[in-house]
């Protein structure tokens, strides 16, 4: 008898797949199952003491310690250069085998496997290593996650499912992930009606969740390239989590107004009267604590007068620099798809509370 095991794929990028990825294997540890995990294509990697790795094999090695090498975990990794070699040399054999043979690795003596794709159906087609493709050498069902809403998932998930009705792969459903609270109701019972029309069933309908979408400072920093005027703020400063933009492009009366927990100030450097209000609100909640103002962000190239500088420092809230303009930092912020690490032990347990909760599994394994 075959290990149980499911193809999480997407529509698109950045959807859900790891989150929920990350929630299914916490039930299954949760009830004592022996899981496994492996993504056969990786594209983003990070390095680790068994070498070269996509970061999520590491973040599934690492919060469940499954005890498989991460070069199973990871069998395939696409680096710079590697489509062109492709198409130059072709290794569509080679790849294929190292795939089977790394999954053979992970699945052994599992009670499930989880296998994590890589964007939509279609991504890896240039290399013969397609979402499709490699669900069908793993004689794999997929769950393909979209987004929220009626329209845009049905749509994308009816061009994923004809790539894999063509390779012979079974759907056995669709995740809707991020639906707002407010709309919940309403799009669950649309999607659930609308793709009961075409034949396929929803898994669940997960809801938009603040602790998972929100980044931290630290991923602010990083993901805008920018840099700390106080390198020596404590780590604990950079995980805070933002829960809200304010771009400083108002009068200070009008931006008091717009001041809520967790707000990351855009601004440029020299509007030195947001910096003096956002400092006022950070000392506001008492003892200098950041709880109204998560951080500050300096876009271009003029800095604070030094006087203000030093008020920064005394408060001791992360401010960051970037020499890019403020409509820009300000979007790459907004667009900034938050990657759940292993340290964000609270990011972790919401995703498995949130597939404990509303995914049913039942429809594909039951008594899983």
């Known amino acids: 008898m075959s290990t149980p095991k499911i193809f999480i794929a997407a529509t698109h990028q950045n959807v859900g797949k790891t989150m929920l990825s990350l929630g299914i294997l916490g039930k299954l540890q949760h009830s004592r199952k022996n899981i496994g995990y492996i993504k056969p294509v990786g594209q983003r990697t990070v390095e680790s003491e068994q070498g070269t790795v996509d970061e999520d094999a590491l973040l599934m090695e690492t ?21 062109a070699q492709y198409i130059k040399r ?3 054999e080679e790849l294929e085998e190292k795939i089977q043979k790394a ?19 279609g991504v890896g087609s240039v290399f013969g290593l397609s979402n499709a493709r490699v669900a069908k050498l793993l004689k794999a069902p997929v769950v393909i996650v979209a987004p929220g809403g009626v329209g845009r998932p049905i749509d994308e ?13 079974e759907l056995a459903g669709v995740v809707i992930n991020k639906v707002k609270m407010e ?6 019972e649309l999607v659930v009606k609308g793709f009961k029309q075409r034949g396929i069933k929803v898994l669940g309908v997960l809801p938009y969740d603040d602790v998972l979408s929100a980044p931290t400072i630290k991923e602010v920093l990083e993901e805008i390239e920018g840099e700390l005027i106080d390198s020596n703020l404590p780590e604990h400063a950079l995980e805070v989590t933002v829960r809200h933009n304010l771009v400083g492009a108002m009068s200070v009366h009008q931006a008091l107004n717009y001041f809520k927990t967790g707000s990351l100030i855009i601004t440029p450097g020299d509007r030195e009267d947001i910096i003096l209000a956002a400092i006022g609100m950070a000392l506001y909640k008492g003892e200098s604590r950041p709880d109204m ?9 003029t800095m604070p007068h030094p006087v203000i500088l030093d008020l920064i420092h005394r408060t001791r809230i992360p401010v960051i620099t970037c020499n890019q303009d403020t409509y820009t930092v300000a979007s790459r912020i907004h667009d900034l798809m ?11 347990e919401h995703a498995a509370m949130l597939v404990e909760q509303y995914l049913n599994l039942d429809e594909i394994y039951p008594g899983v």
Not at 157 to 169: D, F, H, P, Y
Not at 183 to 188: N, P, T, V
Not at 293 to 301: D, H, K, P, S, Y
């Open 63 to 83: 919060v469940f310690k499954t005890g498989a090498g991460l070069q199973d975990m990871n069998p395939v990794r696409v680096g710079k250069g590697f489509t």
């Open 90 to 92: 072709g290794r569509g």
């Open 103 to 121: 999954y053979e690795n992970v699945s052994q003596n599992r009670d499930f496997v989880v296998i994590e794709g890589t964007g939509h159906a």
């Open 157 to 169: 998930v009816a061009l994923s499912s004809e790539l894999l009705r063509k390779e012979g792969v």
């Open 183 to 188: 709309k919940y109701d309403q799009i669950k």
């Open 293 to 301: 103002v998560a951080g500050i962000v300096l876009t271009g190239e």
């Open 338 to 348: 938050v990657k759940i690490c292993p340290l964000e032990q609270d990011k972790i």
